[in-house]
């Protein structure tokens, strides 16, 4: 049996959309069913349309899909905007008490959700707890794993609370059973446990990654959608002696985590694009004092403020070439939560062993998604704080230098505080031991130097995701939280018949030229999939590798790709 | 017992006769009378003739952007409390690009010591007008004089509630270093506006005016009084006091989280397995 079912959760801001999303979700999760979800906001705390997506499946999942087969309405603008999106035989769930429905004729099902929680629970806040009750039964799911999902989280809030939900979903769950549609063809089975599962969104893996990796020290300024890294990890500070400071703005960010970073931890800052380009100087100053930090860009529509709560992947030229002068960076853009965690941890690997900034590039449709996912191999997760200066290089090197030309062109740390060395670097043009100059023959020096790293750095840079026909004769190409859309597109495109092959870019700068290259050469047909308005990653491998990709799949409405929108662009003119 | 040779380092670049010397020698004697070897200082420095001043001492140094010092010696201080951090900067630095930052610096209350050498005057971008620049104060950008209001920082200090504020001369070097020695010692975040003749492009805050001036706050003046130092504050013109002006026992920012002082972030041993409760939050 395969099951590929979507609920569709709609309402105004401030409905309890989330809660609901979230519990059905993780009910489902915990039946060993593999979840993703994500979720549409407009930016208001109250009112306005607001949809979240529940996509379930025995397969991995890993994206949305436009076919939905569950309605919960908690308004009327919900069925207004959203019924067409029903597949045959789907279900709008509502509340007829409060919404009248006399001019649609689609599979509507009236659960009077307030009614019900004022009568079997004694409060109409439980109205929402019968509405999951509702939506459990119409698919034929196991009321159990509903009540533990519950109980969980609402136990905090102490046994009454706790009690009438559960009571207020139960009653939701006969209600329909008794009144329910006949043979709604969609059912749902629980297949297994999830102990071997977690599950989570793109920024509470970056933030966790981050923790895990040994990251001590974040600033940042508040920011959709990357506001959720810095709350996770200030959430930490008590438990793990960690500090996240809130800066006054996105300039004080930076520098504080260069601070930091000079004097000895490891640091990180999380915006938006916005943030980023208040943050572009210090950038810059990372580069040329070759201070290690961690930069995530949550990336969300611009120009400007654009569209704050939605998603977009508009910055990818301005990641890579941010910053005045020229200096050595890396840029990752993990296509999921797993991704995301095990870049996260070597983007603070690479950003020590380079001594430079690393940047990794996410988008709000993969900072807000939830994805189930295998726990994470946590024993693989290796510190690797680069070269230090010791005792025994104060024979070989004598006084410490902060910028020693070397051959790799590392110079050793040392933290400031110790007997052994003094440190001094400057935003200046520097000599080896860090102080001001202008002598030409130590610039080109440094230049080279600070180069000569990202030689090194090329070698680090793991090889592009292909996925799909062995001999096809077009080559799908996406970076980034495109991941999931672009191989479910793939999938569906091969298995009705056509011969295409997808390449996935994560570690995008320094670009990986030779694999790229490899796969283009031998296709005459490549698209660039891509969630902007001019192609981004299209401009860059023409200029990284010579090849003009031949054509572009955009989507720039503020809204996450999806296999659909991929396969009607891919089919349009053929 | 450390000894100002621990500290010489190296030729200047500045103009001769610049008030920076001054401040120089203030500074370095100030770092023998608290006993500190150059290994245990960190001084963050931005853009301008003052920033440069941590190059002609020996200390650790971050010399990084205009109006940044704040910022950077913040990050530093608080991965690594042991650290004396001091921020050396301009009026041009502090007050114009960083002024954001020092007004939160201030809330913060992290125990840094913030020197700001104030000429009135853009030095290194050769003579514009500064955010402390006198009303009427004719530069190559206010030909017509400036119309903007000079900012006061010291009044500025005591209305947010800083720690330490004091006002030194650059041609009172003994006065000076006793005052930066104070803000050093001062637990809390500590300010120390220095009036600096720039004998280049001010040529009117010279060493004669402000040496017909300045007079020093004796033991009869309290700096605990608010009220009374936010008037000395506003005091300028034919009578401007120098020494120390506010000071009031405020919680540091390191006091207010005494873990990362007991467990410096930068002495903790990183082992991830210890992190790993962590993902209990993903379990489902």
């Known amino acids: 049996m395969s099951i590929d079912i979507s609920f569709k959760i709609g309402g105004e801001a401030g409905q309890g959309l989330q809660t609901i999303g979230y519990i059905l979700a993780k009910s489902m999760a915990r039946g060993g069913l593999c979840v993703f979800t994500n979720q549409d906001n407009e930016s208001r705390i109250r009112g306005g349309h607001n949809f979240y997506q529940i996509r379930i499946s025995n397969n991995k999942v890993e994206n949305l899909t436009e076919e939905i087969h569950v309605i919960i309405a908690l308004d009327k603008k919900t069925i207004i905007e959203h019924k067409d999106e029903l597949v045959k035989n789907g279900v709008i769930i509502f509340d007829g008490d409060k919404i009248s429905v006399t001019d649609f004729d689609e599979n509507l099902l009236n659960v009077p959700f307030e009614r019900i929680a004022k009568e079997k629970a004694d409060s109409t806040k439980m109205a929402n707890s019968v509405a999951i009750g509702a939506a459990i039964s119409l698919v034929g799911y196991d009321f159990d794993l509903l009540e533990s999902v519950l109980k969980d989280e609402f136990d905090s809030k102490g046994a009454e609370i706790s009690d009438k939900n559960i009571q207020a979903s139960r009653a939701g769950f006969n209600y329909v059973s008794e009144n329910g549609i006949d043979k709604f063809p969609y059912r749902i089975k629980k297949i297994g446990d999830s102990q071997d599962f977690i599950f989570l969104n793109g920024n509470e893996a970056i933030a966790s990654a981050a923790l895990l990796s040994g990251c001590k020290f974040v600033s940042a300024y508040p920011m959709s959608p990357s506001t959720s890294i810095q709350q996770f990890f200030a959430s930490k500070m008590k438990d793990y002696c960690v500090v996240f400071e809130q800066a006054e703005d996105e300039i004080s960010a930076i520098n504080m985590i260069i601070g930091a970073s000079f004097a000895g931890a490891r640091s990180m800052t999380a915006t938006s694009g916005g943030g980023f380009s208040l943050m572009v100087e210090g950038l810059s100053l990372a580069g040329m004092t070759e201070t290690p930090i961690v930069i995530v860009i949550c990336e969300r529509p611009g120009p400007a403020t654009g569209f704050p709560t939605r998603t977009e992947q508009g910055e990818l030229e301005f990641a890579i070439y941010a910053g005045h002068g020229e200096f050595p960076r890396a840029v990752f853009a993990p296509g999921n939560v797993e991704q995301a965690f095990y870049l996260t941890s070597k983007a603070f690997n690479l950003a020590e062993k380079y001594q430079i900034p690393v940047i990794i590039l996410s988008d709000q449709y993969l900072a807000d998604s939830y994805f189930t996912t295998e726990k994470f191999d946590t024993s693989s997760i290796k510190v690797d704080r680069g070269e230090f200066f010791t005792e025994s290089q104060v024979k070989k090197f004598g006084a410490y230098k902060r910028h020693l030309i070397t051959e790799s062109g590392i110079s050793p740390r040392l933290f400031p505080g110790q007997k052994l060395g003094l440190v001094v670097t400057d935003s200046d043009e520097h000599t080896e031991d860090g102080h001001i100059t202008e002598l030409a023959d130590v610039k080109i020096n440094n230049v080279n130097k600070r180069f000569r790293k990202l030689e090194l750095l090329k070698k680090d840079i793991g090889t592009p995701f292909v996925y799909g026909s062995k001999d096809a004769d077009t080559l799908l190409i996406g970076w980034g939280s495109t991941y999931g859309a672009l191989k479910e597109a793939t999938k569906i495109l091969n298995d009705q018949g056509s011969n295409v092959k997808m390449l996935h870019l994560n570690e995008i700068w320094p670009f990986p030229v030779e694999a790229v290259s490899n796969e283009l050469k031998i296709l005459d047909n490549s698209i660039s999939v891509e969630s902007n308005s001019t192609g981004q990653m299209a401009h860059l491998i023409r200029a990284e590798t010579g090849i003009e990709v031949n054509k572009k799949i955009l989507r720039f409405d503020g809204r996450p790709l999806t296999p659909q929108y991929i396969l009607r662009e891919f089919w349009k003119g053929r | ?284």
């Not at chain 2, 009172?172 to 600096?196: K, Y």
């Not at chain 2, 608010?226 to 009578?239: D, S, V, Y």
């Open chain 2, 1 to 284: 017992m450390v000894s100002l040779k621990d500290y010489e380092n190296g030729d200047t670049a500045w103009c001769p006769g610049c008030g920076n010397f001054g401040i120089l020698q203030a500074v370095k004697k100030a770092l023998v009378k608290v006993n500190l070897e150059p290994h245990q200082v960190l001084m963050v420095s931005g853009i301008g003739q003052a920033a440069k001043l941590p190059h002609y001492l020996k200390c650790n140094l971050f010399n990084g952007l205009h109006g940044r010092t704040l910022p950077v010696a913040t990050g530093a201080k608080i991965v690594n409390p042991k650290l004396t951090v001091i921020a050396v900067g301009g009026d041009g630095d502090g007050y114009s690009e960083g002024g954001n930052h020092f007004i939160h610096a201030i809330r913060r209350n992290i125990d840094i010591t913030y020197l700001v050498h104030d000429n009135q005057i853009y030095g290194l971008t050769k003579g514009q007008a500064s955010a402390t620049s006198a009303e009427g104060f004719v530069t190559k950008t206010t030909p017509m004089g400036a119309f903007s209001k000079p900012l006061n920082p010291i009044a500025l200090a005591i209305s947010q509630g800083i720690s330490f504020v004091g006002r030194g001369f650059s041609g009172d070097i003994e006065h000076l270093s006793t005052l930066i020695t104070e803000a050093i010692e001062n637990r809390g975040f500590s300010l120390v506006d220095i009036l600096q003749p720039c004998v280049t492009f001010n040529n009117v805050n010279t060493y004669q005016w402000y040496r017909k001036r300045v007079y020093k706050l004796d033991n009869s003046y309290d700096p605990k009084d608010r009220n009374a130092a936010f008037q000395k504050a506003q005091e300028w013109g034919e009578r401007i006091p120098i020494g120390k002006i506010y000071a009031q026992d405020r919680l540091t920012y390191i006091e207010h989280d005494p873990e990362i002082e007991r467990n410096p972030i930068i002495e903790q041993k990183h082992n991830p397995e210890n992190f790993n409760k962590i993902l209990d939050d993903f379990k489902i």
